[in-house]
């Protein structure tokens, strides 16, 4: 038998005191402990704030850490991955409650695909029975990607197999494939980093895999509001850089109308709830920083070792799949 990999949980909490407590308990019920876990505190409003007698006393390996201020989701896993110790990164968030056998589960799946580095597992939607919430995120051919499964029922849940990659509500990486990557772009702050992490993965060649079971239950947009001005301009920008970054090859230039066609289609759409001038806000930053994004996308695209077809066909190309958040899973084949 080989040794046994250690498994470090990480937890970025920001105004997340109602739901730490539920996310840590899951986790002490675990038929496999982890080996630590990580919470951060990440600089939420006083009166909002973790503190340390917030954290419980029968949760082995755990380690609470405060910042000041908010590193957002990408800095504040990139902070905690600094310092742990565990040979794999569970990223998990602080509204996210797995299931008593989850890490048991995960585990197991590392030691049946052992040449695969990134993992995710069906998420349901906390306090709805029969609701799914997340099974992968998948990139579309026009550059939007989403989070495939929300809100669908039970019965839409996709089996084991072939993703573009996991969703950050929960991520299990390799450490040393999070390291190889360097970890992620903490300019995203948060929202899509996780599709960003996950395309400079697939372009040298790694594979994500998206398990059935085990589960967790997420409540979902507990810290920021689904179509709140936050998120609005972070989704947009983000959006633009993961596509300006990560298209291979040729492919960016000739999907690019595509790409810009929608964008301008949803921002239209956005004047109907009133964020139109957000989303413009957005784009308009997006583009300003497009000298630092074009020397990125250098730099990944001169490490990547999957062709452009190939890459392609990682995504999805049906608009029905876009519409419907239909999954997109690939069954698993061997490595050619």
């Known amino acids: 038998m080989d040794p046994q990999d250690r498994f470090s949980v990480l937890i970025v909490a920001f105004r997340s005191r109602d739901t730490v407590p539920e996310c840590l308990a899951a986790l002490a019920r675990q038929t496999r402990p982890a080996d ?24 082995p390996g755990l380690r609470f850490v405060e910042s000041d201020t908010n590193l957002g989701f990408a800095g504040g896993n990139n902070h905690l991955a600094r310092d742990a110790q565990g040979d794999w990164l569970v990223l998990l968030n602080p509204d996210a409650f797995a299931s008593v056998d989850w890490l048991e589960r995960l585990e197991a799946a590392t030691r049946t695909y052992r ?23 998948v990139y579309h051919l026009a550059g ?6 929300y809100g669908r029922s039970e019965e839409h849940r996709p089996p084991t197999g072939e993703v573009f990659g996991p969703c950050g509500a929960m991520t299990l990486i390799r450490r040393e494939l999070f ?4 970890g992620f772009d903490e300019s995203f702050f948060c ?4 599709v960003d992490l996950a395309f400079r993965a697939r372009a040298i060649g790694e594979r994500a895999i998206q398990l059935s079971e085990p589960d967790v239950a997420h409540l979902g947009y507990a810290s920021s509001g689904r179509r ?6 972070h989704g947009v920008r983000n959006r633009a850089w993961v596509f300006m970054k990560n298209m291979p090859g040729w492919a960016l230039w000739v999907l ?21 001038s957000v989303f413009a806000r957005a784009i308009r930053d997006a583009w300003a920083d497009r000298e630092r994004v074009w020397k990125q996308r250098r730099e990944i695209q001169a490490k990547r070792v ?16 876009l519409l419907t958040r239909a999954s997109h899973i690939r069954p698993l084949k061997p490595r050619e």
């Open 144 to 149: 939007l990607a989403y989070r495939s499964g």
């Open 306 to 321: 999957v062709a452009v077809w190939p890459f392609l066909r990682m995504m999805a190309w049906n608009p029905i799949r």
């Open 179 to 182: 390291e190889r990557l360097g």
């Open 228 to 233: 709140s001005e936050f998120a609005t301009y």
């Open 36 to 59: 630590e876990v990580w919470v951060l505190e990440n600089g939420s409003p006083q009166g909002e704030r973790l503190v340390s007698s917030d954290m419980p006393d029968d949760l």
């Open 191 to 194: 929202y899509n980093e996780d």
């Open 256 to 276: 690019a109308p595509l790409h810009i066609g929608l964008t301008v289609l949803m921002w239209l759409s956005a004047y109907r709830f009133g964020l139109g």
């Open 115 to 137: 040449d695969v580095g990134l993992f995710g597992c069906t998420q349901t939607a906390a306090g709805h029975a029969g609701v799914l919430d997340g099974t992968g995120d």
